[in-house]
DNA sequence: GCCGATTTGTCCGTATGTATC
DNA sequence: CGATACATACGGACAAATCGG
């Protein structure tokens, strides 16, 4: 897989933060000196740098350098600020994922599923209802959305595994920006049935709409997560006021 | 206050796509186009349409161009990606602010306190305890942890208005990332008692660690939101597989 | 299917401004 | 004050994707 210069410098940035190269709150070396490691030039170490403020990893402080804010503590999270797949995340936390398909139906969407998801009236849909385990604990109900057109030939069995590996791998879709609204939600009869809520009355619920690289929201889905084990990571840039 | 020319161009744009001046779906101008606009060079216009990705504004697509994807209805949410002051959402959303402070504190973190904020043991600090009002309605609890040294002389009159803009408007302090995690809890009994939760029995806990430009971790706080009023909305990229 | 025009993506070099020490 | 560091801005070159003829 080729990689661009800047994502390389990236990567290699991190890695060196995350192995504890640059001790917390250390100053990392100079642009003008990441230059010369990398052999590049300035505007490409800005930019790896720039992601790594984005990620909370570093902070850049003008006339002073660049700072490692980096703790290994808060940066282990399931639901990260990013687009990930369930099998994702729990890779990316050396767990055991499962998935369990509960229905698999395909659907027209009426004025009611419409207006929830986005979706134009009329529009043919995949209806799927999964249900998440990590290490056998039932952990996120899935209800999802997708336009019949975009993941074509969706089947059960792709549903169970991952269908975003089938729809990047196969299908070549690629999946760019998805705009996320979380809320705490009562919980339903079909939440405690599948996810065992014990004495807690609610949930934590997070709605998407995903749109693929020509524009299209292909996607709705909306992931109901045990509250005891939900938790969602983001890191924030002040813009400054004006 | 002077901007850059980038964010001028930011804005400008975040504008005429919020007035509809694009219409949802539609090609902004090609970047060489907004060139001879705004008379500036590529990487200017580059930056600019960037910030606007990262808001879940536009799309870029190579060899095609720019794409409008705002929603108005979606964008509409208290809570947001960014770091906001209550009275900033408020005043964002059009609504009337109040605060209520209902302890104002000097204390030293022993090491229960430190583990939980993420101080040093031993440091010296403001513990504010405020309840958050929209139109009269009490909707956010917050638990605020000010490094003394840093917010000085904070008062009760302060922390009433607006902690934030003593900080930067009189202290100069600048704000400049904050890590956030965000949690579904139970509730205790003070949640209860202030913000009358009905027969929700948990809320939307939202915990930060907010840095200055020194790279000084000079707040932790922790806002505990009652669940049906709270929303939460990002914007997520997707970063390609390798 | 090919070619050329258009459009965004990556990368480079340079100059100047501003903050820190 | 000068040296160092990041921030902003400009210009140019080539690659990669898209689209129309």
């Given at each position: 897989?080729?990689?661009?210069?800047?994502?390389?410098?990236?990567?290699?940035?991190?890695?060196?933060?995350?192995?504890?190269?640059?001790?917390?709150?250390?100053?990392?070396?100079?642009?003008?000196?990441?230059?010369?490691?990398?052999?590049?030039?300035?505007?490409?170490?800005?930019?790896?740098?720039?992601?790594?403020?984005?990620?909370?990893?570093?902070?850049?402080?003008?006339?002073?350098?660049?700072?490692?804010?980096?703790?290994?503590?808060?940066?282990?999270?399931?639901?990260?600020?990013?687009?990930?797949s369930?099998?994702?995340?729990?890779?990316?936390?050396?767990?055991?994922?499962?998935?369990?398909?509960?229905?698999?139906?395909?659907?027209?969407?009426?004025?009611?599923?419409?207006?929830?998801?986005?979706?134009?009236?009329?529009?043919?849909?995949?209806?799927?209802?999964?249900?998440?385990?990590?290490?056998?604990?039932?952990?996120?109900?899935?209800?999802?959305?997708f336009?019949?057109?975009i993941a074509a030939?969706l089947?059960?069995?792709i549903?169970?595994?991952s269908i975003y590996e089938y729809l990047e791998q196969t299908l070549h879709v690629s999946i760019?920006?998805?705009?996320?609204?979380?809320?705490?939600?009562?919980?339903?009869?079909?939440?405690?049935?599948?996810?065992?809520?014990?004495?807690?009355?609610?949930?934590?619920?997070?709605?998407?709409?995903?749109?693929n690289?020509?524009?299209?929201?292909f996607e709705?889905?909306?992931?109901?997560?045990?509250?005891?084990?939900?938790?969602?990571?983001?890191?924030?840039?002040?813009?400054?006021?004006?």
């Open positions: 897989m080729p990689k661009s210069k800047y994502d390389k410098i990236y990567h290699s940035l991190k890695t060196k933060i995350e192995t504890g190269e640059y001790a917390f709150q250390e100053l990392l070396p100079s642009e003008n000196q990441l230059i010369l490691t990398y052999d590049c030039s300035r505007n490409t170490i800005r930019r790896a740098v720039s992601a790594l403020v984005t990620d909370g990893y570093v902070q850049t402080m003008q006339g002073k350098g660049i700072r490692n804010i980096f703790q290994p503590a808060l940066q282990t999270s399931f639901t990260m600020g990013g687009i990930e369930f099998k994702e995340s729990a890779m990316r936390n050396n767990q055991v994922p499962r998935t369990e398909v509960l229905c698999f139906t395909e659907i027209n969407a009426d004025p009611k599923i419409a207006s929830r998801t986005g979706f134009a009236i009329g529009t043919d849909l995949y209806y799927i209802q999964r249900l998440h385990y990590l290490n056998e604990k039932a952990l996120i109900l899935n209800h999802n959305y336009l019949k057109d030939n089947t059960p069995e549903a169970q595994n760019v920006t998805s705009k996320r609204v979380m809320t705490v939600e009562k919980m339903t009869e079909i939440d405690e049935k599948y996810l065992h809520l014990g004495n807690y009355n609610c949930l934590a619920v997070v709605s998407s709409q995903t749109y690289s020509d524009g299209i929201m709705y889905t909306q992931s109901r997560h045990r509250p005891d084990y939900f938790r969602f990571q983001d890191n924030a840039v002040r813009k400054t006021i004006r």
